[in-house]
């Protein structure tokens, strides 16, 4: 594949090269981050397709009231998932997309980040070679693709509601993306409890960024 195009994203921060040697495709901003996916790579993500939901989130899921079994050492309340529901945005996907893509909805269609950690964890043995303990190379530089897409769709969309609104429920719920990034969003303090957000403050939230924006 050869060209000497290098087009920008509508953020005007991103770029993409198709001429690097060895390399399928190059990703790069104006942040810290410059992504290249060899044409290797490219070949061994192929291995890692797996049916993906892609809208797997608690509004989602369907589950009902059960009893404890024996084992059970809580009283709190119990359930068992009954079903999952709308399905229109599943397909056959490379996994590594789903999972990046939870880093992507936090803060905008889920709040609730312990949802998003249990995902998280309970999802990444999938991307995991065998007794390795984190991702195949391939898969962590498609994830870091991913979040810089991310990164630069929202630096060009100062003023867009959505994304001033996501930036600072992050902010408030002290998140920032880790050091390897595929692990995805933790706190800044281990020991710092999320809470769980509420629809009224999510309103509460939006109405401050309109009226910083001059939009109310």
């Known amino acids: 594949m050869q060209s000497n195009a290098s087009p920008r994203s509508p953020g005007n921060r991103f770029s993409i090269s198709e001429h690097h040697p060895d390399c399928l495709v190059s990703f790069s901003d104006d942040f810290d981050s410059i992504v290249r996916l060899s044409s290797e790579q490219s070949a061994a993500l192929e291995t890692s397709r797996k049916l993906c ?4 989130e608690p509004r989602n899921i369907l589950v009902r009231g059960a009893k404890p079994n024996g084992d059970c050492k809580t009283n709190d309340s119990m359930y068992e998932v009954r079903a999952t529901i709308d399905w229109e945005m599943a397909r ?7 999972y990046a893509l939870n ?36 898969d962590q530089v498609f994830i870091g693709a991913l979040q810089a897409i991310q990164r630069d ?17 992050l902010k408030r719920q002290g998140l920032v993306l880790s050091a390897p990034s595929w692990r995805g969003w933790v706190p800044t303090d281990p020991l710092m409890e999320q809470k769980v957000w509420s629809a009224k403050e ?15």
């Open 103 to 138: 880093d992507n909805v936090l803060g905008s269609s889920n709040l609730m980040y312990s949802w998003y950690a249990m995902f998280k964890s309970h999802s990444l043995p999938l991307l995991l070679a065998q007794d390795a303990q984190e991702p195949k190379q391939a």
């Open 53 to 56: 939901d892609n809208d797997l």
């Open 202 to 216: 999510d309103e509460v939230l939006e109405e401050e960024v309109l009226r910083d924006l001059g939009m109310i």
């Open 153 to 169: 769709y929202e630096a060009g969309k100062t003023r867009n509601v959505g994304v001033c609104n996501r930036q600072r429920w």
């Open 92 to 98: 056959i996907y490379l996994f590594s997309y789903e």
